[in-house]
């Protein structure tokens, strides 16, 4: 969660800032918005790899997590990952709303309704019509990765690994990582591909909305 918020607030607080400048220097043809767009996320592709690893790099044995190369190495893509599909989260926002305090006080609004699809309290409450909504939750994929990496290993013995989920409607056994008929859905690797289909998604539609930006904008 903490990884989630820091990347978005670092994209809601600056490309607001920056949008005025690049319309203007777009439409002065000084250069085109796919050079930009992608100039943009390569050069902020070091700082989305190293912070997420150095928070990673700490928490991880602060907190005893599983000792283990392979497990901490995932545990580090995960929140890579985590990270960077929050980050084209956040430039969805910012792209749609010009006004920096606009984006940031929807932001909590249209973020953190996903929570409640996370894994990390019961959907029995929630109408069923609702669950297709988990599908584009960052919380879902980040929490299930990381609770699989660490509680569902090859290391553990076939016994560990039979953890009950709780208090989980049956037409929701889709969202619980230990459900026995329905585990296949929430195992790790879907829910790394789920994080990277966020990130290309959102960052897609970033581009799409830029690029209408530009077109829409009178010097």
Same mark, same amino acid.
């Given at each position: 969660?903490?990884?989630?918020?820091?990347?978005?607030?670092?994209?809601? +607080?600056?490309?607001?800032?920056?949008?005025?400048? #690049?319309?203007?220097?777009?439409?002065?043809?000084? @250069?085109?918005?796919?050079?930009?767009? &992608?100039?943009?996320?390569?050069?902020?592709?070091? $700082?989305?790899?190293?912070?997420?690893?150095? #928070?990673?790099?700490?928490?991880?044995?602060?907190?005893?997590?599983?000792?283990?190369?392979?497990?901490?190495?995932?545990?580090?893509?995960? +929140?890579?990952?985590? #990270?960077? !599909?929050?980050?084209?989260?956040?430039?969805?926002?910012?792209?749609?709303?010009?006004?920096?305090?606009?984006?940031?006080? +929807?932001?909590?609004?249209?973020?953190?309704? #996903?929570?409640?699809?996370?894994?990390?309290? =019961?959907?029995?409450?929630?109408?069923? &019509?609702? $669950?297709?909504?988990?599908?584009?939750?960052?919380?879902?994929?980040? @929490?299930?990765?990381? @609770?699989?990496?660490?509680?569902?290993?090859?290391?553990?013995?076939?016994?560990?690994?039979?953890?009950?989920?709780?208090?989980?409607?049956?037409?929701? =056994?889709? @969202?619980?990582? &230990?459900?026995?008929?329905?585990? !296949?859905?929430?195992?790790?690797?879907?829910?790394?591909?789920?994080?990277?289909?966020?990130?290309?998604?959102? $960052?897609?539609?970033?581009? &799409?909305?830029?690029?209408?930006?530009?077109?829409? $904008?009178?010097?």
């Amino acid at each position: 969660m903490n990884t989630l918020f820091v990347a978005i607030q670092n994209v809601i +607080l600056i490309f607001p800032e920056e949008r005025p400048v #690049f319309l203007r220097e777009v439409n002065n043809n000084m @250069y085109n918005v796919t050079p930009y767009f &992608w100039a943009k996320i390569f050069s902020e592709l070091p $700082y989305c790899i190293l912070l997420p690893v150095i #928070f990673g790099s700490i928490t991880y044995f602060s907190i005893g997590l599983n000792k283990t190369v392979e497990q901490f190495g995932l545990f580090l893509i995960t +929140l890579i990952l985590i #990270f960077n !599909a929050s980050t084209g989260y956040a430039m969805v926002i910012a792209t749609t709303f010009s006004n920096k305090q606009v984006a940031v006080t +929807l932001t909590p609004v249209l973020i953190i309704p #996903f929570m409640l699809f996370a894994g990390f309290f =019961s959907t029995s409450a929630l109408p069923y &019509w609702t $669950y297709p909504i988990a599908y584009l939750s960052i919380y879902k994929y980040g @929490y299930s990765a990381l @609770y699989f990496n660490e509680f569902y290993s090859k290391h553990m013995k076939p016994s560990e690994k039979n953890i009950p989920c709780g208090d989980w409607p049956e037409t929701s =056994s889709l @969202y619980c990582p &230990w459900d026995s008929q329905m585990g !296949a859905h929430s195992n790790f690797g879907r829910n790394i591909a789920g994080l990277v289909c966020i990130y290309v998604v959102t $960052y897609g539609f970033s581009l &799409w909305n830029i690029n209408r930006l530009s077109k829409d $904008y009178n010097i």
